[in-house]
């Protein structure tokens, strides 16, 4: 009996233990267990918010953000019989939604049914359409508590522009580590795109899934912000196809193209475009923003404007050339494109036959003993300097200083003058160039008009940003532009080639040699051509780099960039609205000419001696676009007396 009371007396003194300790982990620790378990059954589950769009300068769509839904069923909701009832009008109804055979949605559906299955899957990547009518099927038109139905959705990116300024509109990918990388204006302009955050309570069940407890979110996401960019659709459109067409023909590596309005530094077109291994071009990089190089020819306006500035040479000076070639120090030898080059000739004119010992001569005779004054005027100017762009990766300028000991030797003073030894992007360039256009003023390249999000507006502004207000004298620019226009207009020009009866154009090209500096390979080239039109009154500046074409086809910057340059200008020309200054009394004085000029509906009449409203009153009414060059009357027309002519095409008077 005392052994029996012993063993009574402990497994009484064990049931007070598990009591005492069924009662502390109740109201003592009880909170926490009950936060663990929930931690294991139920998360919150974020709902990425739809990113704001991106427009164009006219309200069309770049990128948005489109809704894309997962169905699935909890096959254990709805009683059996409520299954049957329903199942071949939800087999028929699915089927006719997901366009498929109704005897694998009724193997799918009874297969969640024998399975038991509490998250088995039915459709997914569905529009909003689509699971809308999903939605509406029998059983499925249920509460989820009785038909099991579960919506999931997600938002993915669109670009109803396909590839074009695919890497300038850029994206946001998710890495492997759990972090982000941003690209383009998608990634510059991500904390105003991407909204705030939504929630959804979720459960976990068996298989490790986890099914939202709730139909309605916990908390719905905030859409993010609108992006306003200053792109145009034509005008991209125009930009990515000349491009194109020009890297196929030539079979080149690869190439940009950016186009700016003059005033205001409006990024109106921007294109990038790599060959793949199968030959075909896509954008892969943003080679405008991003790609820092030798520049060539085209860095011979810096030193141009650099000289004439600092009074060394004007247009005038005569410069010996000699025969074309030029040795420093015995060993690096400077020669011209034209063999036996081109003797004395003036300072404008080695400019706009691209002279490389004209230039070479100009630079080292005026700055050799003394080589941090041109840098100096050229860091003046800015060139050193990122233009601070909003999007990621800009390429950062290469000017040695002579200050710098471990950067310079006596050879980069020549290198410089014509374009080698240094680094710019092609946007950089394109800066320098709109501010010869825009008479001095350097303004900052801008991608974004505005941002808002019905009505709403961030504290922020993003207007026009001058980075310069006055690069150089007004008598500089004026000689470089005449030199620009020089360069298309003159037959001697590198670029007469382009030279249009109608579009006035101004530039300069470029050829610069790749990989003349390693041993074994093969030299390639960089074709550009820099600018802008109209050259009386620039509205829009532009580059063309197209990098490593085939050499046995072409790889001068008259021959491979100055053509697509000139197509973009003529088709943005074209569509520019023109506006001609008459003064009132021409109107006044309208002579009775105008009216007795003879012409049948489709011939030009002859013009000659008529004042431009006289001209105009005859030729407007046929469907002619009027353009009008000079003062006074009448001594030239485009389009010859006697000449057919069709609807809406262009006619260039020139007056006397």
């Known amino acids: 009996m005392n052994r029996s009371y012993l063993v009574a007396f402990g497994l009484l003194l064990f049931s007070f233990l598990l009591i005492g300790k069924l009662f502390h982990i109740q109201f003592s620790e009880g909170e926490r267990y009950k936060e663990l378990a929930s931690k294991r059954t139920l998360k919150k589950d974020i709902i990425e918010p739809s990113r704001g769009n991106i427009f164009a300068d006219d ?145 976990k069940i068996a298989g490790g899934q986890w099914k939202p407890i709730n139909d309605e979110n916990e908390k719905e996401p905030t859409e993010g912000f609108d992006v306003h960019t200053t792109i145009n659709v034509n005008i991209q459109d125009i930009a990515h196809t000349a491009l194109l067409a020009q890297l196929e023909k030539f079979k080149a590596e690869h190439g940009t193209v950016v186009v700016m309005e003059t005033q205001t530094g409006k990024i109106k077109a921007i294109a990038n475009l790599g060959r793949t291994k199968v030959g075909t071009y896509y954008e892969t990089l943003n080679y405008a923003v991003g790609e820092a190089h030798e520049p060539g020819s085209t860095f011979k306006l810096m030193a141009m404007v650099a000289a004439l500035e600092d009074k060394v ?42 002279s490389n010992t004209g230039m070479v001569k100009i630079i080292h005779d005026n700055y050799g003993n003394n080589p941090e004054k041109f840098v100096n005027r050229l860091y003046n100017m800015g060139i050193n300097k990122p233009l601070g762009l909003p999007i990621s990766g800009e390429g950062i300028p290469k000017i040695a200083h002579p200050d710098d000991k471990d950067q310079w030797d006596r050879l980069d003073l020549p290198w410089m003058a014509y374009g080698y030894g240094v680094a710019i992007t092609p946007l950089q360039t394109l800066a320098f160039y709109n501010a010869i256009a825009n008479n001095g003023e350097m303004v900052k390249p801008r991608f974004i008009e505005k941002i808002d999000s019905y009505g709403e507006k961030p504290d922020q502004s993003f207007g026009k940003i001058t980075l310069n207000p006055s690069i150089c004298s007004q008598a500089t620019i004026d000689k470089v532009k005449k030199m620009m226009f020089n360069v298309v207009d003159k037959k001697w020009g590198t670029a007469h080639n382009i030279k249009d009866d109608v579009l006035a154009m101004a530039g300069k090209t470029g050829t610069c040699q790749l990989d003349y500096n390693q041993k074994g390979k093969e030299i390639q080239y960089t074709a550009t051509f820099v600018g802008y039109f109209p050259a009386e009154e620039p509205k829009y500046s532009c580059i063309v780099v197209i990098h490593r074409p085939d050499k046995q086809l072409g790889y001068y910057g008259s021959t491979v960039a100055a053509p697509v340059f000139k197509k973009i200008a003529k088709k943005i020309h074209n569509n520019l609205p023109k506006t001609i200054n008459i003064h009132p009394d021409q109107i006044k004085n309208l002579s009775s000419k105008a009216v007795n000029v003879v012409s049948s509906d489709a011939v030009i009449p002859n013009l000659k001696g008529l004042t431009p409203m006289e001209a105009i009153s005859v030729l407007e009414p046929m469907g002619l676009k009027v353009v009008i060059k000079g003062k006074g009357k009448v001594k030239k027309q485009s389009i010859k007396a006697g000449m057919r002519y069709r609807n809406n095409q262009t006619i260039v008077l020139e007056l006397s």
């Open 313 to 354: 040479v004007d247009e005038n000076t005569m410069i010996a050339t000699g025969k074309g070639e030029l040795t420093f120090f015995k060993r690096f030898k400077v020669r011209d494109s034209k063999k036996g080059g081109y003797g004395t000739i003036s300072a404008a004119k080695v400019f706009e036959v691209s």
């Open 59 to 203: 309200g069309s769509i770049i990128a948005t953000s489109m809704a894309r839904y997962e169905i699935r069923w909890d096959a254990t909701v709805p009683s059996s019989a409520l299954y049957q009832k329903h199942k071949k009008s939800l087999t028929a109804g699915l089927a006719e939604v997901l366009e498929t055979e109704e005897s694998r949605i009724a193997n799918q559906l009874n297969r969640a049914v024998t399975e038991k299955s509490r998250y088995a899957l039915i459709a997914r990547d569905l529009t909003y359409s689509e699971q809308k009518r999903i939605k509406a099927l029998p059983l499925f038109n249920l509460p989820s508590y009785r038909g099991g139905l579960i919506v999931e959705h997600t938002m993915v990116r669109a670009h109803p522009l396909g590839k074009m300024a695919e890497r300038t509109v850029g994206r946001v990918f998710k890495e492997k580590h759990g972090g982000y990388r941003r690209v383009g204006m998608e990634g510059a302009f991500s904390q105003y795109l991407e909204g705030e955050t939504g929630q959804r309570l979720k459960q």
